[in-house]
């Protein structure tokens, strides 16, 4: 397992080339399943779980590869409609393929994903709009087992905007016979890219990014040529690594529109935005000022953003307090944080950060995608050297960070444990 080794406390200016957004990567590959013929997606990260989406594609029997960041996927022979344990195991959002599977093969044997570090990730909304569009679910020795001759339009009600389950019945609603209402559908930005992917592919959706869709269901859709969002949690990332180290760092290929709660928040800790072309700048002031916030469904803060804003605050001047209101457990990098000096108390789902003028260097461990990010934020602004242990976690949903973290000025290797 490899290790990153950090040496904190400049100040890091210069330009970061944003990568396409993994959260819209994974649903619009699982997309393809849809369509016999030869897909093509641009702007495609290189990231673990990108890899691992294609393995488990190309194990239904489609033929998977990359040529730089275009990902090329044809599902003229998906045969196999099962996922295994194995890979299903690795990456949750595997659990992306079922609705495509029931859609174009009429059943689907995937695994239960089973938890993660961040909370039990249950998915009943995902079942419960398949079976009311007719399918026949049954669990088998932890694995979901999904029949349908052919999938009906059906008005679907989530009692939590799921962004996967959003997306698993959005997917399986296009080939579905007649219309499909998803209501307190999830609003992400990646759900709006899906869409527009599977437009792009003869689907007739309308409503996306809004709290109603509906689905026309068609006979069938074609392959699909799409370049994929700019990766919003990396961005925003970013900004708060120009926040922690009073830096100047511009970003390109970013879309701001999808991050005003985040940018909001950053603006009151006293950080200066300015439109570039194709992007954004952003300065972090001398002392950041201490700023509270809730992680909501979007257009609210987003929960993917809670750590790396958390560790942005431990060096602010002031009092935050910041609550978790979307996954039961995703304060893991909070004993991490505290091992660097950080002055934090937790209260069930809510965190109150008293802020400090210097983090000290600790040796750490990563634990989960994000975790792993608020660890690399804090180093960059900490005295001395720090050591972060297990960041296959990071490589999940950060294509080459060091290099790009090297390019503004940071001192960061990587080395094999
Ligand atoms: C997606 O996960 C993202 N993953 C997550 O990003 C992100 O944190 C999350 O949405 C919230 O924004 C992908 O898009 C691949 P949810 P997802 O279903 O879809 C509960 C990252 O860092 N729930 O919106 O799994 C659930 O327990 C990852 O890139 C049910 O109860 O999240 C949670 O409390 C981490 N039953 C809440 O809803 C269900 O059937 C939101 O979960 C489904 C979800």
Known sequence: MDRLIIKGGSKLKGTVEISGAKNAALPIMAASILAGGEHELDCVPHLRDVMTMGRLIANLGAGFHLEGNKAVL??????????????????????LVLGPLVARLGKAKVSLPGGCAIGARPINLHLMGLEKMGASITLESGYVLARAKRLKGASIYFD????????????????????????????????????????????NIKGAGEGVIEIEGVRSLRPLRHRIIPDRIEAGTFMTIAGITGGDITLKNCRTDHLDAVIN?????????????GGVRVRGPERLAAVNTKTMPYPGFPTDMQAQFMAMMCIAHGTSVISEKIFENRFMHVAELRRMGADITIEGGTATIRGIRKLKAAPLMATDLRASASLIVAALAATGETTIKRIYHLDRGYERIEEKLGKIGAHVRREKE
């Open 160 to 203: 939590i905007p799921t962004v996967t389950g959003t997306e698993n019945i959005m997917m399986a609603a296009t080939l579905a016979e007649g219309k499909t209402l998803i209501e307190n559908a999830a609003r992400e930005p990646e759900i709006v890219d899906l869409a527009d992917a599977l437009t792009e592919m003869g689907a």
């Open 265 to 277: 928040k950053l603006q009151d800790a006293g950080m200066i935005f300015s439109a570039v072309n």
């Open 74 to 95: 044809d599902c003229s022979a998906i045969s196999n409609h099962e996922a295994p344990y194995e890979l299903v195991s690795t990456m949750r959002a595997s659990v």
